[in-house]
């Protein structure tokens, strides 16, 4: 038989829900060029009030910071294989999300910056946490054979920064972004390419006077 009293959701389950939805308008916000994103703006656009934005968020900082670890949290969870791809495909599966990840950061991590001051740990740190969750996909991929093996995992990174970066629209960026990755796979062994160089190292110096 019925109580015949009336069940409510928990108070946790009701402010998960509001902080979900606060961050989630806040990465549409932050993701719009046009938008002045204001905590005013992330209140009206989340569907709730200045306390409860503030009650989550206590100020600017703690809003981008959080915005920030969970879109890193989302990237290291990528990481992973099935055994279903080959290795490298893998690595390069996630490496494009990387690609699609720094557009949509760059205005928080400037601002993040702008609010933490220099030499905050938290933006470093947050990168520490990519290259742990990756660095298994490259160990995999270049013992696969798969990808070239004179590349840590640090350099793939500053490459990705480099060209996603570029100012210009996806159609400019994209054969860039394809032609880098296209540049880590081995399509050939490096003791031929070497040789390949080498021999036309002695073809130049034959040419010269």
């Given at each position: 038989?019925?109580?015949?009293?009336?069940?409510?959701?928990?108070?946790?389950?009701?402010?998960?829900?509001?902080?979900?939805?606060?961050?989630?308008?806040?990465?549409?916000?932050?993701?719009?060029?046009?938008?002045?994103?204001?905590?005013?703006?992330?209140?009206?656009?989340?569907?709730?009030?200045?306390?409860?934005?503030?009650?989550?968020?206590?100020?600017?900082?703690?809003?981008?910071?959080?915005?920030?670890?969970?879109?890193?949290?989302?990237?290291?969870?990528?990481?992973?294989?099935?055994?279903?791809?080959?290795?490298?495909?893998?690595?390069?599966?996630?490496?494009?999300?990387?690609?699609?990840?720094?557009?949509?950061?760059?205005?928080?991590?400037?601002?993040?910056?702008?609010?933490?001051?220099?030499g905050d740990p938290?933006?470093?740190?947050?990168?520490?946490?990519?290259?742990?969750?990756?660095?298994p996909l490259l160990?995999?991929?270049?013992?696969?054979?798969?990808?070239?093996?004179?590349?840590?995992?640090?350099?793939?990174?500053?490459?990705?920064?480099?060209?996603?970066?570029?100012?210009?629209?996806?159609?400019?960026?994209?054969?860039?972004?394809?032609?880098?990755?296209?540049?880590?796979?081995?399509?050939?062994?490096?003791?031929?390419?070497?040789?390949?160089?080498?021999?036309?190292?002695?073809?130049?110096?034959?040419r010269q006077p």
């Amino acid at each position: 038989m019925a109580s015949g009293k009336t069940t409510f959701p928990s108070r946790r389950a009701a402010a998960e829900r509001n902080r979900d939805k606060i961050l989630s308008a806040a990465r549409d916000a932050f993701a719009d060029p046009a938008a002045e994103v204001s905590m005013a703006e992330v209140a009206r656009r989340a569907g709730v009030g200045m306390a409860t934005l503030y009650r989550n968020f206590p100020g600017r900082r703690e809003l981008l910071e959080a915005l920030y670890a969970d879109e890193v949290d989302a990237l290291c969870a990528a990481a992973v294989t099935d055994g279903a791809q080959p290795a490298g495909t893998a690595l390069i599966t996630w490496l494009r999300r990387q690609f699609a990840f720094i557009p949509s950061k760059r205005q928080i991590v400037a601002e993040l910056l702008k609010h933490a001051g220099p030499g905050d740990p938290a933006i470093p740190s947050h990168r520490a946490r990519a290259l742990a969750a990756g660095r298994p996909l490259l160990t995999a991929a270049q013992n696969a054979g798969e990808i070239r093996d004179d590349l840590s995992l640090e350099q793939i990174f500053d490459l990705i920064v480099a060209i996603a970066t570029i100012d210009g629209p996806p159609e400019y960026l994209e054969p860039i972004i394809e032609a880098m990755l296209d540049g880590l796979r081995w399509t050939g062994s490096r003791d031929a390419a070497g040789g390949a160089r080498q021999a036309g190292n002695v073809t130049a110096a034959a040419r010269q006077p």
